[in-house]
């Protein structure tokens, strides 16, 4: 079946550092990979997504691209901000259904 | 405003009540979706739908019920409250299956049973 492995968190950052969340998945076919974020108090909303192989999914800053080769979506931003502090999701769909598998989820931390 | 919209957004019950926690969206998605929140476990799928009376199960949907009657309204029932029941609910919508279809989120429903 799919699975979705999100590396242990929490994770502190200061502000402006260097960003990088792994994760990898499990999947029959060629499914599509998504990164949610939850912000406190409100619920998942879309970060970003990639369909296919090699490509790379980008908003706020925050950048992933699909890896097929290692089975990888990490996401990364170059200079986080305190207001990047949420519970960040990875998750994956596949197949003709609409199911989404999701990760653990990671809680970011940044400090000013 | 339009969206999808959950009521009530806190909720204080007791073991063995039925409890409904509403679920209402405004974009006349076909698939809608109810996951709930636990530490260490992430978002667990409980149950799901294609579209109005059209339901399946999830991952996790023992003590659950729900129901479709009308496209843009998914409750979901727990027919007999348990403690292990505690947590956040999340309900979602999207368009259309597969790919990269993008799903919606609620803001949550917190509930805590007693």
């Known amino acids: 079946g799919n699975s979705v492995t999100q590396m242990e968190g929490p994770v502190t950052l200061s502000e402006e550092a260097f960003l990088t969340i792994n994760c990898t998945y499990t999947?029959?076919?060629?499914?599509?990979l998504f990164w949610y974020v939850q912000y406190p108090g409100e619920g998942l909303q879309l970060l970003l997504k990639?369909?296919?192989?090699?490509d790379k999914g980008s908003n706020k800053g925050f950048e992933a691209t699909y890896r097929k080769e290692t089975t990888s979506f990490h996401l990364e931003k170059g200079s986080v901000q305190v207001s990047d502090s949420a519970v960040y999701f990875c998750a994956l769909r596949s197949g003709a259904n609409s199911k989404l598998t999701f990760g653990k989820g990671i809680t970011l931390s940044v400090r000013p | 405003d339009a969206g999808i919209t959950q009521s009530p957004r806190y909720k204080i019950t007791e073991t063995g009540r039925q409890v409904t926690l509403m679920c209402h969206q405004t974009?006349?998605?076909?698939?809608m979706f109810w996951y709930r929140q636990d530490l260490g476990h992430g978002l667990r799928l409980i149950y799901y739908?294609?579209?109005?009376?059209?339901?399946d199960k999830g991952e996790v949907p023992d003590g659950y019920v729900v129901s479709r009657s009308k496209t843009e309204n998914f409750p979901l029932t727990l027919e007999s409250a348990t403690r292990s029941q505690t947590s956040v609910y999340f309900c979602?919508?999207?368009?259309?299956?597969?790919?990269?279809?993008?799903?919606?989120f609620g803001p949550g429903t917190r509930l805590l049973v007693l």
């Open positions: 999947a029959t076919g060629y499914p599509s």
């Open positions: 739908s294609a579209a109005a009376d059209i339901t």
């Open positions: 979602a919508s999207s368009s259309a299956s597969g790919g990269a279809e993008t799903q919606y």
């Open positions: 974009w006349s998605h076909s698939y």
């Open positions: 990639a369909t296919k192989a090699d």
